[in-house]
């Protein structure tokens, strides 16, 4: 695919750039979004139904098995080339700080080196009552589904993740903002930018003065506001990209 030249000149005169992904990038791995994992056996629930703290008080063993059954699938799925091509993409600035609304890591795993879960991570469990991360040894010794806390007499084990209803880890998203409001370049990839607070970060860039590259194969809110927009999937406009940079070493 053709890459303007002007956004290879500004990712050249970067020095500082973050990243916001969201269930596009890892759609493209073939990780179901949130509402397409709500099929099959699952279809006859409502998010409110498996994603909130009021449905696992009522529900921990059903909230508990559809998580279950997610991470098993997530387990199988492999990072694509378009978070090989994010990887590469870090030589080139001072810093690259990616800002994930997926839960799946499959950014650590092709090999990013400063991730910010904002959703937090499937495949970790914590205390239903502190917070404190559960081992998983202690998930597979211990028979409940889910499994009781080590940390708390009346705790759970639930999946790392944020919820419908609850607040964004604090620090992630002080560090997200500092970095949108400081980057040169911000990329907003395979995100609606429909869900707050996440969605507000390439604005703050664009506000601040920074390029801001959407790569969509839809268009979103943010299309019109982006410096340059192409409407292509992560994976052909990241290698692209990449390809085009790597050229003008
Ligand atoms: N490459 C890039 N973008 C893609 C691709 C692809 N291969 N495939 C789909 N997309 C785009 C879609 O066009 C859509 O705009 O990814 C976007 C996904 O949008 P959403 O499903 O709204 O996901 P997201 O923006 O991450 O939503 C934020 O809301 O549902 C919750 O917790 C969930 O993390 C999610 C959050």
């Excluded at 703050?204 to 340059?228: D, H, Q, Y």
């Amino acid at each position: 695919m053709k890459i303007p030249s002007g956004l290879i000149t500004a990712l050249q005169n970067a020095n500082k750039t973050l990243v916001l992904t969201g269930a596009g990038m890892s759609a493209e791995s073939g990780v179901p979004t949130f509402r397409d994992a709500q099929s099959g056996l699952w279809s006859k629930f409502r998010p409110e139904e498996l994603a909130t703290p009021e449905a696992f008080r009522k529900h921990p063993k059903l909230v508990w098995d559809w998580y279950d059954d997610r991470r098993n699938n997530i387990g199988r799925i492999n990072p694509h080339a378009g978070h090989d091509a994010l990887v590469e993409l870090e030589q080139y600035f001072e810093s690259l700080l990616l800002v994930t609304q997926n839960v799946d890591g499959l950014h650590q795993q092709a090999g990013s080196r400063d991730v910010i879960e904002l959703h937090g991570n499937i495949m970790l469990s914590v205390c239903s009552e502190t917070g404190k991360v559960i081992e998983n040894s202690w998930i597979e010794s211990n028979p409940g589904r889910p499994p009781v806390s080590p940390h708390h007499p009346r705790g759970l084990a639930r999946p790392g993740v944020v919820w419908f209803g609850e607040s964004l880890p604090a620090d992630a998203m002080n560090r997200a903002m500092t970095a949108a409001s400081h980057c040169d370049v911000c990329f907003s990839i395979g995100t609606s930018t429909l869900v707050q607070p996440a969605a507000s970060l390439p604005l703050m860039a664009l506000n601040s003065g920074a390029c801001v590259i959407e790569i969509n194969p839809a268009s979103t809110p943010l299309s019109e506001l982006a410096t340059f927009s192409l409407q292509a999937t992560a994976a052909e406009a990241l290698t692209a990209i990449n390809t085009k940079l790597a050229s003008c070493k």
